[in-house]
């Protein structure tokens, strides 16, 4: 076993901790706060979410191109100059934007609770990106151990302030949203600790480097706009539910994202790692790599699906007052297929090969795709469910078109994996949707197995190219 294969696992055994603390703190807040606060509490607790989620907009792609320029180069070789002078000028733009919106927000925004979110959101904003680059060089010089560290210590405060709160009987969003920032706090402290000899440093060390703040911009803006473009895909959707419904269902849709979105943790914690290795890895192997990862990442995927059904039917329990809601889940769970796979997979290669215009291109044509579905499902027939639908719909373009354009790159064709993996799909949310009792998941598993039974000659050849590569 060489020592390529024992780092990877190292670092994959990091990122699996933390994402799965990730995931123990996601689940309190997804299963636990909803059946604690009011349905209304939970809407703007999610409005903060949603939006503090595009915060990553306001640093122009400037984290994105030191995370590309410098992706797969060794910690110890950068020049720490450099590096200091661009953390404390991104951070004083930070502090400024953040300073703007919240002045903004008091003049503008009428409604107290959406002022406090906004101003929330600024503070989040500051915190976040001042961060990310720290984050982005530890994980583009594979310092996987640290970056996990950082994700793990904002998960536990967080996740401890928050039951923390709910024990005292505290039902305050606002407190929440409080305990949220300064999780992110204490995070990026612990982050400046790990990067102390890139951020503290004498003041005579730090110069207006405008010429490395152009090249990092230049360089990372593509792929923040695709970034952007590809939060816009779901965001839209999102917007037009709360814009022609109301907060309560807002917050009843965004939980049924939440929980589809918890296997995405598992899948993130792989793909955190795959970058760094992809960029010193022989450009000739990528292709065979992609093969062997896409066949076994399916297979996972499609077999996972099954927890569906057990999950629907404890959640309803537990949240009599989001049943309704969770009769949705069967329309939003499978775009863990599609999200996965542009996550780990796609967007790796992508960046890899240095291809963020064809990320652009191809997020610019979903957000396209996406404003139509939604003016017509929000806005002219007013109908939830078609708008819930499309969110699997568009990722599925999305994830589909960007296969295409890469097997293209690769010179491979699985053009027989996309037909089938819009089978197994269609068949999921079919048997999801039609059925309530035990005959649905018996049927999906039917349909997996004769899915297995078609590919069992693709994974037996993905088991053995993977034992191949790992003695090279």
Request: net charge positive; charged share 15%.
């Amino acid at each position: 076993m060489n020592n390529k294969f024992i780092t990877f696992l190292k670092n994959l055994s990091y990122t699996l901790f933390s994402n799965l603390t990730s995931m123990i703190v996601s689940s309190v807040v997804v299963l636990i706060v909803p059946k604690l606060i009011g349905v209304k509490e939970y809407g703007y607790w999610q409005l903060y979410l949603f939006y503090s989620s595009y915060v990553g907009f306001l640093h122009f792609g400037w984290n994105d191109g030191i995370y590309l320029r410098y992706g797969g180069k060794d910690y110890n070789k950068l020049n720490k100059k450099v590096f200091f002078s661009q953390f404390w000028m991104l951070t004083i733009m930070q502090l400024i934007i953040g300073i703007s919106i919240f002045i903004i927000s008091n003049i503008y925004i009428n409604d107290i609770n959406k002022m406090f979110v906004f101003k929330m959101t600024a503070l989040c904003l500051f915190l976040t990106n001042s961060r990310t680059m720290l984050l982005y060089i530890l994980q583009a010089t594979n310092r996987i151990k640290e970056y996990a560290q950082i994700t793990l210590i904002e998960k536990i405060f967080y996740c401890i302030l928050i039951i923390m709160f709910l024990m005292i009987g505290i039902r305050e969003y606002k407190l929440m949203i409080v305990a949220d920032l300064i999780g992110k706090l204490i995070s990026l402290l612990f982050s400046i600790y790990c990067c102390k000899d890139i951020v503290i440093k004498n003041i005579s060390f730090f110069y207006l480097n405008l010429k490395e703040t152009i090249e990092n911009i230049n360089v990372g803006i593509k792929l923040m706009f695709a970034n952007i473009a590809s939060m816009l895909i779901v965001g839209i959707i999102r917007f037009g539910i709360e814009h022609t419904w109301d907060v309560a269902t807002f917050g009843k849709v965004s939980l049924t994202l939440s929980i589809s979105n918890l296997i995405m943790i598992f899948i993130n914690a792989v793909g955190i790692i795959m970058f760094p290795i992809m960029k010193r890895t022989d450009e000739k192997k990528l292709s065979k790599i992609y093969l062997v990862i896409n066949r076994f990442l399916m297979t996972f995927l499609f077999g996972i699906l099954i927890v569906y059904y057990p999950l629907k039917m404890i959640l309803s329990l537990w949240l009599p007052n989001y049943s309704e809601s969770l009769k949705y889940m069967a329309l939003v769970f499978p775009m863990c297929i599609y999200e996965g796979k542009m996550s780990l997979l796609i967007n790796t290669y992508f960046k890899t090969l240095r291809k963020e215009k064809l990320m652009l291109f191809i997020n610019i044509i979903s957000v396209i795709l996406s404003l139509m579905l939604t003016f017509i499902f929000t806005f002219v027939f007013k109908n939830l469910i078609l708008s819930i639908v499309s969110i699997v719909i568009l990722l599925a373009f999305r994830c589909i078109l960007a296969e295409i354009f890469l097997f293209n790159i690769l010179n491979i064709s699985l053009s027989n994996d996309i037909i089938f993996e819009t089978i197994m799909t269609i068949a999921f949310i079919l048997t999801g949707w039609l059925t309530n009792s035990w005959i649905g998941p018996i049927i999906y598993l039917l349909i997996y197995i004769i899915y297995l039974f078609i590919k069992r000659k693709n994974i037996v050849y993905a088991f053995k190219t993977t034992k191949q590569l790992v003695k090279d």
